[in-house]
């Protein structure tokens, strides 16, 4: 007789986007001139790159001829592709062994697909506002109770808000699994060195691990600012880092990432190499027992992206993009309004103020100045009373949307 994993049951996640279509489909039905802006959604806009294309195309040419066709791929990925994301961190002083360096079709996949090589009794910690994956896959996993008045029981929620600009700090309790998120997906905030070696100490000291999504490295400018886990001593013992090509080299649609699991982790009573080995077993390429591998023209893509060329055709695309945070948080700021993030992350967080909730303040947004925002209660209860936008849109429309936010906003 199967049975249902109702562990699904519990899930409360999927509310949030259908609810902010709901909202736009009847403002839209109701006023079918109006011309709605959308600064909702965190997918990119812009082309890719000629390098990246160029890449791209390689790829598929190769396909084209017996002699350089290839089928399934390398265990855990190109192997040029991962020399070259080596060589990328070698620049920052990180020295990774390629085979610590697992190629994916994404970070999203493998962020709750890691929890999988983990005990079951282990107990899960995320930030409050949080990217939504980190708790459903935990509850998916059984590693929550129910959901009660907003939260999740036995899953720790690590605080963020105004006094500790949206970094969160280390558990007061014991946590055996920590999920950060660096630049922050949606609160835009950004750890400094000191703040992720509290979370390193802590790890090191709990025998706990840190899994590290590093999806928005590239959008930090500050030099000062680390943009891996690992430029903290001692990380390479606790820490997984989870990276994406997404929004870096824009293959949302494309669809490929990585994941670093370091050798020398070792979680409670396990030697080196054992956590490595785990996910070596399950995602190991073509040999893995749960993935067959990244697509070969995706990585082709990516090693042409990280060429000399590629990555300073992609810098002028994250900067057109942060361009548009700018001129997104500049334009809020002059209204009075708090903002916050958008200066090392594409995300602006914004305080809807008094009187208004994030979903009040969403419909006001939609009614008065025809924008399309995302609420932050829907990241967690920390959330509630701000409002996120994201820079990801075509500059025209940011500039249309923020030239009637400044002429139509009652505030
Ligand atoms: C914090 C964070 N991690 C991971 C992802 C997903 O990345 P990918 O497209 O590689 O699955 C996103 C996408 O929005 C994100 O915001």
Redesign the pocket.
């Known amino acids: 007789m199967a049975t249902i994993n109702k562990n699904y049951e519990k899930l409360q996640g999927s509310y949030l986007f259908l609810e902010i279509s709901k909202r736009v489909k009847d403002f839209t039905e109701k006023n079918p001139d109006v011309e709605i802006m959308r600064l909702g959604i ?2 990119t806009t812009q082309p890719l790159t000629k390098t990246v294309i160029k890449g791209l195309l390689d790829g598929v040419k190769k396909l084209a001829n017996a002699k350089t066709y290839t089928g399934y791929g390398e265990a855990q990925g190109d192997i040029r592709l991962r020399v070259a994301l080596s060589d990328f961190y070698k620049k920052r002083g990180i020295h990774l062994d390629v085979k610590e360096i697992f190629i994916s079709d ?4 493998d ?1 709750a697909n890691i929890q999988s090589i983990f005990g079951i009794d282990n107990v899960v910690a995320v930030s409050d506002p949080v ?1 939504p ?1 980190y708790v459903d896959s935990s509850v998916i996993a059984g590693r929550t109770g129910e959901f009660k008045n907003g939260r999740y029981e036995k899953l720790v929620y690590m605080e963020c808000d105004e006094e500790n600009n949206f970094v969160p700090v280390p558990p007061k309790q014991k946590v055996d699994i920590i999920y950060l ?1 660096n630049p ?2 949606p609160t835009g905030g950004v750890a400094t060195r000191e703040q992720l070696k509290a979370f390193v100490d802590y790890a090191l000291l709990n025998k706990a691990v840190i899994i590290f ?1 590093a ?2 490295s590239e959008y930090i400018s500050d030099t000062n600012l680390p943009k891996s886990i690992y430029e903290i001593e001692g990380a390479k013992k606790c820490a997984i880092e ?1 990276n ?4 870096w080299i824009g ?2 649609g494309v ?3 990585f994941t670093v699991v370091p050798l020398d982790l070792v979680v409670f009573n396990t030697q080196k190499e054992k956590v490595h080995a785990l996910w070596s077993k399950r995602q190991g390429g073509s040999q893995g027992i749960m993935f067959n591998g990244a697509s070969n023209i995706a990585q082709e893509g990516a090693i042409s992206a990280l060429s000399e060329k590629g990555q300073m055709e992609n810098k002028k695309v994250i900067a057109y993009y942060m361009n548009n945070a700018k001129m997104i948080k500049n334009s809020l700021t002059k209204l009075g309004l708090k903002v916050f993030g958008g200066e090392n992350a594409p995300y602006v967080w914004v305080k809807t103020g008094a009187g208004f909730n994030s979903w009040g303040f969403f419909d006001k947004l939609l009614k008065e100045a025809h924008v399309v925002s995302t609420p932050g209660s829907g990241f967690g209860l920390k959330g509630e009373g701000f409002i996120r936008l994201s820079a990801f849109a075509d500059k025209k429309n940011v500039k249309k949307a923020l030239e009637s936010i400044e002429k139509n906003l009652k505030l």
Do not use: H
Request: aromatic fraction near 16%; charge should be positive; include cysteine.
């Open positions: 965190g997918d994404g970070a999203k996949a962020c990217y994956v998120c922050n997906n999504d999806a928005y989870i994406s090509f997404s929004k293959f949302t669809r490929l990432g």
